[in-house]
């Protein structure tokens, strides 16, 4: 079946500790995104790439990082400089063209240990 | 940039009633607006979605409208059934040559038997 593979389910970092997310997808989609979602909140986007080898900050992007080596793949890694980071990471992917629909993973929960 | 309010936060309805969720959006530019449905631990699922060259779309129990004069679009279910029960994010979107979704705080359906 096609579609986007977060992992670990769930992650827990120590103070002063870099993580890395994984998102995978086997859609052939070009663009893929990083959401965070916090309770009560609707998601808001931390990083996104439109193609290899290329990304833009979103709207939250201090704390995080990530890199676009292949096209099925977008780790997010969150650095200690991320002083808040427990929360739930959604990654999403859309296919070239106007307005196509995003499909996302099942998430990765972030929690502080 | 874009901003979207999503209401109520809360929505409880009886097996068989309607349920409305209402979205309003700040950039008159905003031309793409879908609608996901998050069960607990799950990523977001695209459940209908509509494009500013029309004003109402349906999919079964599902419509949605758009009024682009006054900046607002709906969700309506009907005939609501408990496995409706779920958070449901409103999002709109100006593509541009990128697609950045800006999503409304969610709002929380609980359909009892």
């Known amino acids: 079946d096609g579609g986007i593979t977060q992992s670990p389910k769930y992650l827990f970092r120590k103070e002063g500790q870099n993580v890395t997310l994984s998102c995978e997808q086997n859609?052939?989609?070009?663009?893929m995104y990083w959401y965070r979602q916090d309770p009560g909140q609707g998601l808001r986007l931390i990083y996104y790439?439109?193609?290899?080898?290329?990304?833009q900050k979103g709207d939250i992007a201090e704390g995080y990082s990530v890199s676009r080596e292949k096209k099925e793949s977008f780790p997010l890694t969150v650095t200690s400089a991320q002083k808040n980071p427990t929360a739930f990471y959604l990654c999403?992917?859309?296919?070239?063209?106007?307005?196509?629909?995003?499909?996302f993973g099942d998430g990765t929960r972030l929690s502080i240990l | 940039g874009e901003n979207v309010e999503q209401h109520p936060s809360t929505l409880s309805v009886q097996e068989g009633d309607s349920a409305v969720i209402k979205c309003t959006y700040s950039?008159?530019?905003?031309?793409?607006f879908p609608w996901y449905k998050q069960e607990l631990g799950k990523g977001p699922q695209l459940i209908i979605d509509?494009?500013?060259?029309?004003g109402e779309k349906k999919d079964q129990r599902i419509a949605v409208t758009l009024n682009k004069t006054a900046k607002h679009f709906s969700l309506h279910i009907t005939e609501t059934q408990p496995e409706d029960s779920a958070v449901y994010f409103c999002?709109?979107?100006?593509?541009?040559?990128?697609?950045?979704?800006?999503f409304g705080t969610g709002t929380r359906l609980l359909v009892s038997p």
């Open positions: 999002a709109a979107s100006t593509d541009t040559g990128f697609q950045k979704l800006v």
């Open positions: 950039d008159s530019a905003s031309n793409y």
């Open positions: 999403a992917s859309t296919s070239r063209g106007y307005n196509q629909p995003q499909h």
């Open positions: 790439s439109q193609i290899v080898n290329d990304f």
């Open positions: 859609l052939n989609h070009d663009a």
């Open positions: 509509i494009r500013s060259n029309v």
